[in-house]
Protein backbone atom coordinates (compact mmCIF):
# COMPACT_ATOMS: atom_id res chain seq x y z
CA UNK A 1 0.00 0.00 0.00
CA UNK A 2 1.28 3.49 -1.04
CA UNK A 3 1.78 5.60 1.97
CA UNK A 4 -0.20 8.96 2.48
CA UNK A 5 1.75 11.73 4.27
CA UNK A 6 0.44 15.14 6.06
CA UNK A 7 3.06 17.56 5.63
CA UNK A 8 3.42 20.65 8.27
CA UNK A 9 3.29 24.21 7.75
CA UNK A 10 6.64 24.41 7.77
CA UNK A 11 7.22 22.02 4.62
CA UNK A 12 5.77 23.48 2.06
CA UNK A 13 8.01 23.23 -0.39
CA UNK A 14 8.62 19.65 0.48
CA UNK A 15 4.86 19.09 0.23
CA UNK A 16 5.11 20.52 -3.59
CA UNK A 17 7.90 18.61 -4.45
CA UNK A 18 6.47 14.98 -2.96
CA UNK A 19 3.25 15.87 -5.25
CA UNK A 20 5.34 16.57 -8.13
CA UNK A 21 6.46 13.02 -7.40
CA UNK A 22 3.21 11.79 -7.59
CA UNK A 23 3.01 11.29 -3.51
CA UNK A 24 -0.05 11.59 -1.87
CA UNK A 25 0.61 14.39 0.29
CA UNK A 26 -1.82 16.57 2.09
CA UNK A 27 -0.63 20.03 3.70
CA UNK A 28 -1.34 22.25 6.73
CA UNK A 29 -0.13 25.61 5.09
CA UNK A 30 -1.37 27.75 8.16
CA UNK A 31 -1.49 27.79 11.96
CA UNK A 32 -4.61 27.48 12.54
CA UNK A 33 -5.60 28.04 16.30
CA UNK A 34 -7.10 24.05 16.37
CA UNK A 35 -3.67 23.32 14.71
CA UNK A 36 -1.20 25.23 17.08
CA UNK A 37 -0.42 22.45 19.25
CA UNK A 38 1.61 19.78 17.48
CA UNK A 39 -0.43 17.04 19.14
CA UNK A 40 -3.54 18.31 17.86
CA UNK A 41 -1.23 17.92 13.81
CA UNK A 42 -0.80 14.77 14.53
CA UNK A 43 -3.90 13.55 15.79
CA UNK A 44 -5.16 15.38 12.15
CA UNK A 45 -2.63 13.54 10.65
CA UNK A 46 -3.93 9.63 11.51
CA UNK A 47 -7.12 10.57 11.91
CA UNK A 48 -6.64 10.43 8.15
CA UNK A 49 -4.29 7.59 7.98
CA UNK A 50 -1.44 10.06 7.00
CA UNK A 51 1.90 10.18 7.93
CA UNK A 52 3.26 13.30 9.67
CA UNK A 53 6.23 14.76 8.20
CA UNK A 54 7.13 17.46 10.41
CA UNK A 55 10.53 19.82 11.45
CA UNK A 56 8.68 20.01 14.72
CA UNK A 57 10.95 18.45 17.33
CA UNK A 58 8.13 18.18 20.20
CA UNK A 59 7.40 15.25 18.05
CA UNK A 60 10.57 13.16 17.54
CA UNK A 61 9.88 9.44 18.67
CA UNK A 62 5.99 9.33 18.17
CA UNK A 63 4.55 7.06 15.66
CA UNK A 64 3.39 7.67 11.89
CA UNK A 65 6.05 11.19 12.54
CA UNK A 66 8.51 11.49 9.91
CA UNK A 67 10.92 14.10 11.44
CA UNK A 68 12.57 16.02 8.45
CA UNK A 69 16.46 16.50 9.56
CA UNK A 70 17.31 18.38 6.57
CA UNK A 71 16.58 21.82 5.56
CA UNK A 72 17.57 20.55 1.68
CA UNK A 73 14.61 19.80 -0.64
CA UNK A 74 16.78 17.19 -1.86
CA UNK A 75 18.16 15.25 1.26
CA UNK A 76 14.77 15.64 2.36
CA UNK A 77 12.97 13.83 -0.69
CA UNK A 78 15.89 10.92 0.17
CA UNK A 79 15.25 10.84 3.50
CA UNK A 80 11.33 10.48 2.62
CA UNK A 81 11.48 7.76 -0.22
CA UNK A 82 14.25 6.29 1.61
CA UNK A 83 12.96 5.60 4.74
CA UNK A 84 9.14 4.47 3.64
CA UNK A 85 10.31 2.60 1.02
CA UNK A 86 8.37 4.61 -2.33
CA UNK A 87 10.89 3.57 -4.40
CA UNK A 88 8.41 2.06 -6.97
CA UNK A 89 5.47 4.77 -5.96
CA UNK A 90 6.86 7.83 -8.04
CA UNK A 91 4.64 8.86 -10.61
CA UNK A 92 5.70 11.83 -11.51
CA UNK A 93 3.32 15.04 -12.50
CA UNK A 94 0.11 12.29 -11.79
CA UNK A 95 -0.59 14.59 -8.79
CA UNK A 96 -2.29 18.27 -8.76
CA UNK A 97 0.39 20.48 -7.31
CA UNK A 98 -2.12 22.90 -5.56
CA UNK A 99 -4.56 20.22 -4.46
CA UNK A 100 -3.04 16.97 -3.79
CA UNK A 101 -5.48 15.18 -6.54
CA UNK A 102 -5.13 12.56 -8.42
CA UNK A 103 -5.05 14.06 -12.23
CA UNK A 104 -7.39 13.03 -14.94
CA UNK A 105 -6.51 13.11 -18.81
CA UNK A 106 -9.22 15.38 -20.86
CA UNK A 107 -9.71 15.26 -24.38
CA UNK A 108 -8.18 18.60 -26.09
CA UNK A 109 -11.39 20.48 -26.95
CA UNK A 110 -12.84 20.13 -23.33
CA UNK A 111 -9.95 23.00 -22.51
CA UNK A 112 -10.55 25.43 -25.76
CA UNK A 113 -11.06 28.68 -24.52
CA UNK A 114 -9.51 27.61 -20.92
CA UNK A 115 -6.02 27.37 -22.15
CA UNK A 116 -3.76 30.08 -24.10
CA UNK A 117 -4.12 29.64 -27.96
CA UNK A 118 -0.86 29.18 -28.70
CA UNK A 119 -1.23 26.05 -26.09
CA UNK A 120 -4.54 24.55 -27.39
CA UNK A 121 -2.74 24.99 -31.28
CA UNK A 122 0.34 23.05 -30.02
CA UNK A 123 -0.40 21.01 -27.39
CA UNK A 124 -2.13 17.40 -27.76
CA UNK A 125 -2.28 16.08 -24.24
CA UNK A 126 -4.01 17.63 -20.99
CA UNK A 127 -4.59 17.06 -17.91
CA UNK A 128 -6.81 18.04 -14.71
CA UNK A 129 -7.60 18.63 -11.62
CA UNK A 130 -10.84 16.94 -10.94
CA UNK A 131 -11.20 19.68 -7.79
CA UNK A 132 -9.63 22.77 -8.73
CA UNK A 133 -9.71 22.38 -12.32
CA UNK A 134 -6.34 23.47 -12.86
CA UNK A 135 -5.50 22.49 -16.42
CA UNK A 136 -1.86 20.43 -17.29
CA UNK A 137 0.07 20.14 -20.44
CA UNK A 138 3.50 19.47 -21.23
CA UNK A 139 5.96 22.98 -21.70
CA UNK A 140 8.67 24.75 -20.54
CA UNK A 141 7.41 24.37 -16.79
CA UNK A 142 7.17 20.22 -17.21
CA UNK A 143 10.91 20.49 -18.58
CA UNK A 144 12.35 22.22 -15.74
CA UNK A 145 10.32 19.85 -13.21
CA UNK A 146 11.93 17.03 -15.40
CA UNK A 147 15.37 18.34 -14.72
CA UNK A 148 14.11 18.49 -10.75
CA UNK A 149 12.85 14.66 -10.98
CA UNK A 150 15.91 13.56 -12.53
CA UNK A 151 17.98 14.98 -10.06
CA UNK A 152 16.07 13.74 -7.25
CA UNK A 153 16.15 10.48 -8.92
CA UNK A 154 20.26 10.11 -9.64
CA UNK A 155 20.43 11.45 -5.56
CA UNK A 156 18.49 8.59 -4.89
CA UNK A 157 20.23 6.25 -6.73
CA UNK A 158 23.37 7.24 -5.38
CA UNK A 159 22.47 7.27 -1.76
Known amino acids: MTEKFLADFMLGRLTRTLRLLGIDTAYI ?7 SNPLAIL ?3 QAGGRILLTRNTKL ?24 CRLEKDIKPFSRCLICNEVLVSVVKPSVKGRVPFFVFQTK ?34 KD
Not at 29 to 35: G, P, S, Y
Not at 60 to 83: L, W
Not at 128 to 150: A, D, F, L
Request: charged fraction near 30%; aromatic fraction near 8%.
Open 43 to 45: KEA
Open 124 to 157: NEFSICPKCQKIYWSGTHEKNMRKIVEKLTKQLK
Open 60 to 83: IGYPSVVFIKSEKIEEQITQIIKS
Open 29 to 35: NVQDDNL
